[in-house]
């Protein structure tokens, strides 16, 4: 009876080492077993996050109920409710962290892991169209250009208990200028991992201080080999940053269908939100040259360019002004200027 007993202490001993190695290897560890109240108490604060979290981006109730409508049907492999899942696992990790039963290093694997396969399902759940950036929209279709990816990641991220905030990107990481939303997570140990779900990439963590300098109103990498394959030029937006380049696409959706006064009120909004967004300046002077009003045109491109002095399209587009104005030197040097800093520039 010794021996059996022995034995057994030994058996458990190994089951034990063996779950521990396997969890540093992985970003999981140890969990013990989950009572049902506890689950549906981590469903109902999950839903409640949920829900605030879309109508902090001023969205109504209704779109918030809507969006959790629309992720209550994503279940794991066991039928339960993949979101609430992570959020638990992330809190529990937290926890193990607080009492010093993990490093901070293995929570921060904890967070990547989670940050991974959360852009998974988001990538299985909803394909890309470009049409759809409001997030009535890309819950009735099921579809997201940029923007809207980026909603949902920095909803559902921050909601599981990562932090995460989303980035207006002057510069992708191909060396393409052009105006794209993306997302960043910070994690525990410092380092942060840029998510893009319209180019479907996830970069390994980084150390910003490392790979970015502040230059103007953005971060540019100061790599150009850019090893890490990760977006070159970027402007980190807090929720307010956020909720303007909403009302910027909005605005531009009016823009585009000639509703110039409308597209104006949703871009005066935006800048009241974020002083700092030059597309928003450059959009404005767009509407305000659609109604013929010059002077206003002219000036909010020159703030869009103050604000990004490498902005090709707001001095193509102050160029069309000055041309339709008859000032030929200054369209010129705007020009040259704009064509310099994009040979392939083009106004939007």
């Not at 779109?63 to 529990?92: I, N, T």
């Not at 509703?259 to 767009?286: D, H, M, R, V, W």
């Not at 909010?300 to 587009?317: H, R």
């Amino acid at each position: 009876m010794k021996v059996s007993r022995i034995s057994a202490i030994t058996l458990i001993v190994l089951f034990l080492i063996v779950g521990i190695c396997f969890g540093q290897s992985t970003g999981e560890y140890p969990r013990e077993g989950v009572q049902p109240d506890t689950e549906a108490r981590f469903e109902e604060e999950y839903i409640e996050q949920i829900k605030q979290l879309v109508k902090g981006l001023e969205y109504s109730d209704k779109v918030a109920e809507d969006f959790v409508q629309m992720v209550s049907g994503w279940r794991d492999a066991q039928g339960r409710p993949v979101l609430v899942v992570w959020r638990q696992k992330l809190a529990e990790a937290k926890e193990a962290d607080k009492q010093g039963k993990i490093s901070k290093d293995q929570l921060a694997k904890v967070e990547e892991n989670i940050t991974r396969k959360l852009s998974q399902r988001i990538q299985k759940e909803i394909s890309y169209n470009e049409k759809f950036f409001d997030l009535a929209d890309v819950i009735k279709h099921k579809q997201a250009q940029c923007l809207g990816c980026s909603q949902l990641f920095y909803v559902l991220g921050n909601s599981v208990g990562l932090s995460v905030k989303t980035i207006n990107v002057i510069e992708q990481r191909t060396g393409v200028l052009i105006d794209h939303v993306a997302c960043i997570v910070s994690l525990t140990d410092g380092k942060m991992m840029m998510v893009d779900l319209a180019h479907g990439f996830v970069s390994k963590p980084f150390i910003i201080k490392k790979e970015f300098a502040k230059v103007g109103n953005y971060k540019e990498l100061k790599d150009r080999d850019n090893p890490l394959g990760i977006h070159r030029r970027i402007q980190i937006l807090d929720r307010s940053g956020l909720i303007a380049a909403i009302y910027t696409n909005r605005g531009v959706t009016y823009g585009e269908s000639g509703q110039y006064q409308k597209a104006i009120s949703y871009f005066t909004k935006a800048i009241e939100l974020n002083p700092k967004y030059a597309e928003t300046y450059c959009n404005l002077g767009k509407a305000y040259a659609g109604l013929g009003q010059y002077p206003k045109a002219i000036s909010d491109y020159t703030k869009a360019i103050e604000l990004n002095p490498e902005f090709a399209v707001a001095c193509n587009n102050r160029g069309v002004v000055y041309a339709d104005l008859g000032q030929y030197p200054k369209a010129i040097s705007d020009y040259t200027k704009a064509i310099e800093l994009n040979p392939n520039v083009n106004g939007k």
